[in-house]
């Protein structure tokens, strides 16, 4: 096959990011590009070798292999690779051969460089490292679809009068949209009742048509905030629908607005922490799927936002500990509730279970435990109650197994320790992730130091515990894109939480392990393990843009789901993503998977 200068145009000019770019600036890049014709089973570049520049793939496939000499990538057309070693250092990370006989097309080093400095949509493509958001849940720059109602109250223009109010009545609302074919005609408040046919005693057989306001003023779902806010006062209107594309998709009004301002987790806190009951905190709770949206929408970062729901949890449980506390008596030793799992690490988002322990003074005698039994039963149904469902493993307090004097609590973890069997493997795990959250927290601290000493010295239970912790892979698929479910509810689907976030939190475990960290939230154990020297600063900053953009992809996807009326979950279809999301996110999990190589190798650093 012949290139020339115009076939490579058209080849760039429809993959990211050459088609984002000013077609002056493309065109230098263009006339700049070298073709590379590669015979099946050539090398294109060996290991830690330097780069000649940025690599496309025209023809053919190409095969990534990390430092290990494991395949991680089989890359076809379209697909570019060699960038992170030329925003590094100049030298490749990984080995690229050709599979088939293929055509790489090559932007030079120096070119390529020169566009990341001159070119903001080449800059933005190629930048993997991670973008500083705000932390502000401002309402007057909160996009609309983050503010509106997204099923709004709807009928028909033949609708009677009285039949329209029932509606409102039914529905609780204010107003009613006109519509034919969800096509916006109209809009019809309580005020347009009580005015127009209360007050000018019109009979209720009267149709909604005649009353309503035609052709009412609409915002896109991409307005902001400060948009309804204008528009609602110059106009002296409570209700703006919302259309997209000539259809309606929402109705903002100034309740939804007033709702924005009041709920965040400060609120929701109080609100829990002054409930009477498990059923008063139930109601509070329901609101966390909206608090996760607006977080989102105000451009939070995924530690705040997850920080933020996990605090509401932890006062939903010191909450039901005092109520438990009023309903039983003091408790005849003292004792300390624990969370693990997420709500451990303080990583909980809008689908969250509940995992816990209770640790008991070792002066507590056989004579005490019914009222620990029933102390433990009270908080977990209310948890429950409030939306944090039972664990299925039943790892509770209300099972006697975890719900255990100190001493035993330091049997169990010098047994995991001595005998690292796979139930060992996976208790160890779930516990390295403990968080005191109510009672007397002295009777972990020691516990906590002394468990993380003995299992950072010991070889073999290390060694399994890396094993244990490489059973989450990232959902890499050699050819090009993700290795989806392939099966069943969530077929071609992939899951952010145990494909993505998980093994993130795993690597983050086994490097608080080896440098004896006791913090416990995933991103503070990143960054402790950086300053420990237990993951190099280059790789370790790898990681943190790897787990950052997968768990704001994570985040976003639950809060549009929660937009929709949908109830949040993990799995989301790749052919959601743009082709710039895609990459982004494919190249995340190929950062997880060569330090999980790494890792597995006996190597924890990355150069």
């Known amino acids: ?96 051969r050709a599979v088939t006989d293929s055509i790489v097309i090559m932007l030079p080093e120096t070119r390529f460089h020169q566009a990341m400095n001159e070119d903001p949509a080449f800059r933005r493509f190629f930048n993997r490292s991670r973008v500083v958001r705000p932390n502000t849940a401002n309402l007057a720059t909160t996009r609309v679809e983050a503010l509106m109602a997204t099923a709004p109250l709807t009928c028909p223009p033949e609708t009677d009068v009285q039949t329209a109010a029932r509606l409102m009545r039914d529905a609780r609302v204010s107003s009613i949209c006109v519509a034919v074919d969800n096509a916006l005609k109209g809009i019809a408040t309580i005020r347009d009742l009580s005015g127009k046919v209360v007050g000018d005693g019109l009979p209720f057989a009267t149709p909604i048509s005649r009353i309503m306001t035609p052709d009412p003023v609409t915002l896109p779902p991409s307005a902001i905030g400060s948009d309804v806010l204008h528009m609602m006062m110059e106009r002296r209107i409570g209700h ?22 009041a709920v965040g987790s400060a609120e929701l806190v109080s609100e829990i922490a002054h409930a009477g009951s498990a059923e008063d905190m139930a109601v509070v709770t329901r609101r966390i799927p909206q608090l996760l949206a607006q977080l989102v929408a105000g451009g939070n970062r995924h530690e705040v936002i997850t920080r933020l729901i996990t605090d509401v949890a932890d006062t939903a449980t010191r909450r039901l500990l005092a109520l438990a506390e009023v309903q039983l008596g003091a408790p005849p030793v003292p004792y300390l509730w624990l969370a693990c799992g997420s709500q451990g690490r303080q990583e909980q988002t809008g689908v969250s279970d509940q995992d816990n322990c209770l640790f008991l003074d070792d002066s507590v005698t056989d004579a005490d435990m019914p009222y620990f039994e029933a102390l433990a039963r009270f908080v977990c149904d ?17 099972n006697p197994r975890w719900r255990q004097p100190v001493r035993v609590w330091r049997d169990y973890f010098a047994s995991w320790i001595k005998t690292p069997s796979p139930e060992a493997q996976m208790l160890a795990s779930v516990m390295f992730d403990l968080r005191p959250i109510g009672g007397a927290t002295r009777l972990f601290e020691d516990l906590q130091t002394e468990t993380l000493r003995k299992a950072s010295v010991n070889s073999i239970f290390v060694a399994h515990m890396v094993s244990n912790s490489l059973k989450h892979t990232p959902p890499l698929g050699l050819l090009r894109g993700f290795a989806t479910i392939r099966s069943g509810e969530h077929k071609n689907m992939i899951d952010l939480k145990h494909n993505g976030v998980v093994p993130v939190v795993d690597l983050g475990r086994i490097y608080a392990l080896q440098g004896k960290l006791n913090v416990v939230n995933t991103a503070a154990r990143l960054e402790a393990a950086i300053a420990a020297g237990a993951l190099s600063a280059s790789g370790g900053q790898d990681l943190r843009d790897a787990y950052d953009l997968i768990a704001e992809t994570r985040l976003e996807h639950q809060a549009g789901q929660v937009r929709a009326g949908i109830i949040p979950d993990n799995f989301l279809s790749p052919t959601d993503l743009s082709d710039f999301e895609r990459s982004h996110l494919r190249d995340a999990f190929v950062v997880i998977k060569s330090l999980q190589s790494a890792l597995g190798h006996g190597r924890g650093m990355l150069g």
């Open 1 to 96: 096959m012949t290139l020339d200068s115009h076939s490579i145009a058209q080849f760039l000019s429809a993959i990211h990011p050459y088609d984002a770019m000013e077609p002056a600036a493309l065109q230098t890049l263009i006339d700049a590009f070298e073709i590379k014709p590669i015979a099946a089973g050539d090398a294109i570049y060996a290991l830690n070798a330097p780069l000649d520049g940025l690599f496309v793939v025209y023809q053919g496939d190409v095969e990534i292999r990390d430092e290990h000499d494991v395949a991680i990538s089989l890359l076809g057309p379209r697909n570019s690779f060699g960038e992170r070693g030329l925003l590094r250092d100049g030298n490749s990370l990984t080995s690229a």
């Open 240 to 261: 703006i629908p919302v259309t997209q594309a000539g259809k309606l998709v929402g109705i903002v009004t100034q309740t939804d607005l007033t709702r924005f301002q």
């Open 382 to 398: 209310g948890l429950d109650t409030c939306g944090y469902v039972y664990c299925p493993g039943d790892m509770m307090a209300t």
